[in-house]
DNA sequence: GCCGTTTTCGGCCCGACTGTTTTCAGTCG
């Protein structure tokens, strides 16, 4: 799959376009690079069929430059926007606050052509100087850097998990025993790289097999026991193949984490024993090794369940047997938020319904925007009313799943909600959520958040922190007393599953956890292939230690039902 | 550059917010 790459090179032609003050062709380079990117389907099988030109938003150009760059490996017309404006745009427009415009002027005035050179002009005060820049902005730039920097290093679980699975797929009926290791497995947020082992007897077949798959890159490696290749798209992958005899310890040492894995081997250690990955030995006696259970079982702990080996009490907890019944992955029977054609989602309901069917939910919401939002769509309440009338309808059609009508509001700066009460108790779910104001002082957002959490028709905080992996910072807030404010309102705090997201993330849904506050898991998709990533909104629970009884998406329909009935 | 016609040209989700100005441009969603 090479739709990532062909993404990034026309978002780049549209910030290149941008710059130079050209209007609408960035427009329609980022349309085409969203349908390119969530496509779900192969671009180059599309490439084949020749059937470019019927993706939305691919017309004669664009269809050419796709052709030219999976043939040749370049765009031409990318080329020449970067001979005439050789600046790292990518890194530069990962500061805040600073676009493609600002870019410009930095460059043509002081030369700044990368992250190091702008620091440097920040540093000498040479940026508060320049016509629309500020002293303000020269601080912003300051202290948004490093965060910058750090994007980029490493890649987003829910993009990288299906690639990983297809992979595992391809190799199956190749070897004896397969399994996915290392941070994916323990399914954390971004990972590094994909780890992957196997058994096998033919291993000079397996790894010839394996360096010449259709998506490899690059070959860095290509050993008789380990591989690592790299995928179109940046990310490496390697493939071990160990005895059957140590498949088990070879796993429990690969996933990690390295400081669970260190506590671990202390325990072996203090009962006179040894675990490497070859297995745990007495002496030179092989105790276990074959499976991983058998590894913990003879160190007298509990199994520990992947998504927990980041030495944060499991262990102890495996010793004392009371690790927590995770919520499990198929616990999950519907999803709290989803957008439609209605306000700026790309599928219609029906389509999102039958994929949600087609998933196996119970029960869903659609929540569009009202409200304010124009950007996305925003519905008055009329129009949302129609949506009503729609839904009833399509709820006559299917009994085999439940279809709640909901909405998402937002939070004005002043922690009103931007429809007014009439209009917010019609809904059978609300979501509230920040999407403007992103930068007040910890104390004015804390009160503004927990002034909508007690707002009566709130049913759900959304995307509670804002933050956006490798993107955009988490707004600052006292999520304590967010989450206290939250169980005292009865207000559920979301996992939003959508991949850049995963918000709540993993440490805070385990406070949340602790201070007994419900949690909703929504995808937030915006076209039905987002759908799917519902399972990462589990992991992230899973993570925080989360079980059934903390997750709504996981009571029954009544019971839900109930959660949501509190202003009635 | 793409799209969809009132079919080969004209329109393209736009409002809030911030920091810069002193009425507005750039950024973000």
């Known amino acids: 799959m090479r739709n990532k790459e062909i993404a990034r090179i026309f978002n780049e032609i549209a910030d290149m376009y941008e710059m130079q003050d050209i209007d609408f062709k960035p427009r329609a380079y980022r349309k085409a690079a969203q349908n390119i990117e969530s496509l779900g389907k192969d671009i180059e099988e599309i490439y084949e069929d020749d059937e470019l030109k019927n993706i939305p938003g691919i017309g004669e150009s664009t269809a050419e430059e796709i052709k030219e760059y999976l043939d040749t490996g370049k765009v031409q017309r990318l080329e020449k926007l970067k001979t005439d404006m050789p600046v790292d745009l990518r890194s530069l427009s990962a500061v805040e606050t600073i676009g493609p415009k600002k870019i410009k002027v930095l460059y043509q005035q002081l030369g700044v052509s990368n992250l190091d050179d702008l620091e440097q002009a920040a540093k000498q005060g040479k940026i508060q100087d320049l016509e629309g820049f500020g002293k303000k902005t020269e601080e912003n730039i300051l202290a948004n850097i490093s965060f910058a920097r750090e994007k980029g290093q490493r890649f987003l679980l829910g993009y990288v998990l299906p690639e990983a699975k297809e992979i595992i797929q391809e190799l199956t009926d190749q070897v004896d025993q397969i399994e996915l290791a290392g941070s994916l497995r323990r399914m954390k947020e971004t990972v590094g790289d994909v780890d992957i082992l196997v058994v096998s007897s033919e291993s000079e077949k397996v790894m010839d097999y394996f360096t010449n798959l259709d998506r490899v890159e690059q070959v860095i490696a290509h050993g008789k026991t380990k591989s690592t290749i790299r995928l179109y798209g940046g990310i490496q992958v ?30 072996a250690q203090k009962n006179g024993l040894k675990l490497n990955e070859y297995g745990l030995f007495e002496d030179d006696k092989r105790k276990a090794g074959e499976s991983e259970e058998k590894v913990y079982q003879k160190l007298d702990l509990e199994w520990v369940p ?16 009371s690790l927590p019944n995770l919520i499990q992955y198929d616990d999950v029977n519907g999803d709290l938020q989803m957008h439609s054609n209605w306000s700026d989602g790309s599928n219609t309901m029906k389509e999102m319904i039958e994929e949600s069917r087609n998933l196996g939910h119970s029960f869903i919401a659609f929540t569009d925007h009202v409200g304010t939002l124009k950007v996305a769509g925003g519905m008055d309440k009329k129009e949302w009313e129609k949506q009503g009338e729609k839904i009833a309808e399509f709820q006559k059609k299917f009994d085999d799943i439940h279809i709640f009508h909901g909405l998402e509001a937002n939070i004005k700066k002043n922690g009103d909600l931007d429809i007014d009460s009439s209009f917010l108790k019609e809904a059978d779910v609300v979501l509230a959520s920040v999407h403007s104001s992103f930068r007040l002082p910890k104390k004015e957002m804390t009160k503004r958040i927990i002034k909508a959490i007690e707002n009566k028709y709130v049913h759900i905080l959304s995307h509670p922190t804002g933050r956006k992996i490798q993107k955009k910072e988490a707004i600052n807030l006292d999520l304590d007393a967010v989450f206290k404010a939250a169980r005292k309102n009865d207000v559920a705090i979301e996992i939003n599953a959508y991949p850049e997201r995963l918000d709540l993330n993993d440490v805070h849904v385990h406070r949340a956890i602790n201070k007994n506050v419900k949690l909703s898991i929504g995808t937030d998709a915006h076209r039905k292939d987002h759908l799917r990533y519902y399972s990462l909104g589990t992991a992230v629970a899973r993570r925080g230690w989360a079980q059934k009884k903390d997750i709504i998406n996981a009571f029954s329909l009544s019971k839900l039902k109930n959660f949501l009935n509190k202003t009635q």
């Open 238 to 267: 390697d493939l071990r193949i160990v005895n059957k005899q140590s498949f088990g310890s070879a796993l429990q040492y690969f996933t990690g984490s390295k400081d669970h894995n260190v506590k671990l081997r202390k325990i």
């Open 306 to 321: 992947p998504e927990l080996r980041e030495d944060i009490g499991e262990i102890d907890a495996a010793k004392q047997n």
